[in-house]
């Protein structure tokens, strides 16, 4: 089966960075669309930032200027990095990646979730 795991997530100080990764395994054809989301306690599941197959970007407005997505589709990995933490930011990061197992059929994959802590 194909599984997503992230790692990078951890406690961190406000005004600190964090880098989160995130690998795709498993029997891939391709992956198209690659995003992270999050979710605060108490709190629905928010988009923070997509990335698509030809490298396009869009980024929630609380995160724009600070966060910056990305991917290495030679590794199938989605990355995030964040600069200029706030505890606003605290929550469960969630990965997420549209993949191509069996054409023309596409699943959409979550990972576990990750923690990012930012203390104040």
């Known amino acids: 089966q194909v599984q997503l795991v992230e790692s990078g997530g951890g406690l961190v100080q406000a005004g600190g960075s964090l880098r989160l990764s995130c690998a795709a395994s498993?029997?891939?054809?391709?992956?198209?669309?690659m995003g992270w989301y999050r979710q605060a306690p108490g709190k629905q599941r928010d988009l923070v930032a997509i990335?698509?197959?030809?490298?396009?970007?869009n980024y929630a407005d609380s995160v724009k200027g600070r966060f910056t997505i990305s991917r290495d589709n030679a590794k199938n990995t989605v990355y995030l990095q964040m600069h200029s933490l706030k505890p606003d930011d605290t929550a469960v990061y969630y990965c997420?990646?549209?993949?191509?197992?069996?054409?023309?059929?596409?699943?959409?994959?979550w990972g576990q979730g990750i923690q990012v802590t930012v203390s104040s």
């Open positions: 498993g029997s891939i054809s391709y992956i198209r669309d």
């Open positions: 990335v698509t197959e030809g490298g396009r970007t």
């Open positions: 997420n990646a549209h993949i191509v197992i069996n054409f023309p059929t596409i699943e959409i994959i």
